[in-house]
């Protein structure tokens, strides 16, 4: 009766037992939004201006409390030079606890002209796990 009780709890976590909590999409944005501000040096006010949003508004998104609109993520992206796939790839790099990658993608070039089955693929670096790639085809 022991051996089976033993079993129960190392499978089941106890009630009051802490997890690991996931974190929320608007707060892996937030965080990556505020760490591209300060890497270009700029001040909260600034951004807020250009993307004609309120400062607090600014704020509370950085912080994670908000979820702006698809078109408020779209200002706030170009007032800081963005586009949307760097934001995606940084918000993926936060939620899986890596930097953004900021070196060049690899070109993944796929050779049609290969003899004997499936076309021969060749990178020019190693691939980064769930980067996305340029992709070439030679013919």
Same mark, same amino acid.
């Given at each position: 009766? +022991?051996?089976?009780?033993?079993?129960?709890?190392?499978?089941?976590p106890r009630r009051g037992a802490? @997890?690991? @909590?996931?974190?929320? $999409? @608007?707060?892996?944005?937030?965080?990556? &939004?505020?760490?591209?501000?300060? /890497?270009?040096?700029?001040?909260?006010?600034?951004?807020?201006? +250009? =993307?004609?949003?309120? #400062?607090?508004?600014?704020?509370?998104?950085?912080?994670?409390?908000?979820?702006?609109?698809?078109?408020? &993520? /779209? =200002?706030? #992206?170009?007032?800081? %030079?963005? #586009?949307?796939?760097?934001?995606?790839?940084?918000? =993926?790099?936060? &939620?899986? %606890?890596?930097? =953004?990658?900021?070196?060049?993608?690899?070109?993944?070039v796929l050779d049609l002209t290969?003899?004997? %089955? $499936?076309?021969?693929?060749?990178? #020019?670096?190693?691939?980064? /796990?769930?980067?996305?790639? +340029?992709? /070439? &085809?030679?013919?």
């Amino acid at each position: 009766m +022991d051996a089976i009780r033993l079993q129960e709890t190392e499978r089941m976590p106890r009630r009051g037992a802490e @997890r690991e @909590r996931t974190p929320l $999409w @608007r707060e892996a944005l937030g965080a990556f &939004l505020r760490r591209e501000r300060l /890497a270009q040096e700029r001040i909260l006010a600034d951004v807020a201006r +250009d =993307a004609d949003v309120s #400062t607090q508004y600014l704020s509370e998104i950085e912080r994670g409390r908000k979820e702006p609109s698809s078109e408020i &993520l /779209a =200002a706030v #992206t170009e007032a800081l %030079g963005l #586009t949307l796939l760097d934001v995606a790839a940084g918000v =993926a790099a936060e &939620l899986t %606890g890596r930097e =953004a990658q900021t070196s060049p993608r690899p070109l993944v070039v796929l050779d049609l002209t290969a003899r004997g %089955g $499936w076309p021969a693929h060749h990178e #020019t670096s190693a691939p980064v /796990a769930g980067s996305i790639h +340029d992709v /070439a &085809l030679v013919a």
